[in-house]
């Protein structure tokens, strides 16, 4: 069975084509017109060795906010199609990732229950990395959460300039995606029958 999904969403402020094929590691460059978000797509697709494609547009022209906010809803509706019933998976992943001065710890929860607890913002952390910040990746995350069923906590352990904050926390996230989509059995994870 195939466990890969694409979809488009398309609103009056975006235009999103997300694939996304959770067997395999082969990918495209993102393609948003924003040059950091493209290197956190980059990110996201090299370390969670999952075969993401993403070609967005949107009204950067007035900040990048619904073009991240949008991407993840999408992400994470293509995420719930390409797990199916998520019979077989892990469920459960946690990584911890460095970046110089910074340390991220993500856990995520494939429980089809969306909660986003995220400590980022009570920091106080510096600047934007190309107009992206720790607040857009919250929203990023929290469209992630609420489409794909996922519980996500996002915590920062050390650090305080943007750029590095947001690439660790996304590297972490996308650690804890690769263990979470492993299939190491063909039973369901969870005692209640379903998720």
């Known amino acids: 069975m195939s466990r890969s999904a694409t979809l488009t969403r398309t609103t009056s402020e975006t235009a999103i084509t997300v694939r996304l094929d959770l067997d ?5 460059p993102p393609a948003t017109g924003h040059g950091f978000f493209d ?26 906010h619904h073009l991240i906010e949008d991407t ?11 797990l199916g019933d998520r ?32 400590e980022p913002e009570t920091l106080d952390i510096w600047g934007h990395a190309g107009g ?7 929203e990023f995350l929290r469209g992630l959460c609420n489409h794909g069923g996922i519980t996500l906590h996002v915590r920062v352990l050390a650090g305080r300039e943007a750029h590095h904050v947001i690439e660790a926390v996304v590297k972490a ?21 379903s998720l």
């Not at 395999?24 to 495209?28: C, H, Q, T």
């Not at 990110?43 to 900040?63: C, K, M, P, Q």
């Not at 993840?72 to 390409?82: D, E, N």
């Not at 992206?132 to 919250?138: D, F, G, K, N, S």
């Open 24 to 28: 395999s590691a082969a990918y495209d």
């Open 39 to 64: 290197h956190m797509l980059d990110a996201l697709a090299r370390h969670s060795r999952l075969g993401l494609n993403v070609t967005a547009t949107g009204d950067l022209h007035i900040e990048p």
């Open 72 to 82: 993840g809803i999408t992400l994470g509706q293509v995420l719930t199609q390409a």
């Open 87 to 118: 019979r077989g998976i892990e469920r459960y992943g946690s990584a911890f990732v460095p970046m110089d001065e910074t340390l991220a710890h993500v856990v995520v929860d494939l429980s089809g229950r969306a909660h986003l607890a995220f």
């Open 132 to 138: 992206m910040t720790h607040y857009h990746l919250r």
């Open 173 to 193: 996230l996308a650690r804890a995606l690769r263990d979470a989509v492993t299939v190491t059995s063909d039973v369901l994870p969870s005692t209640k029958g």
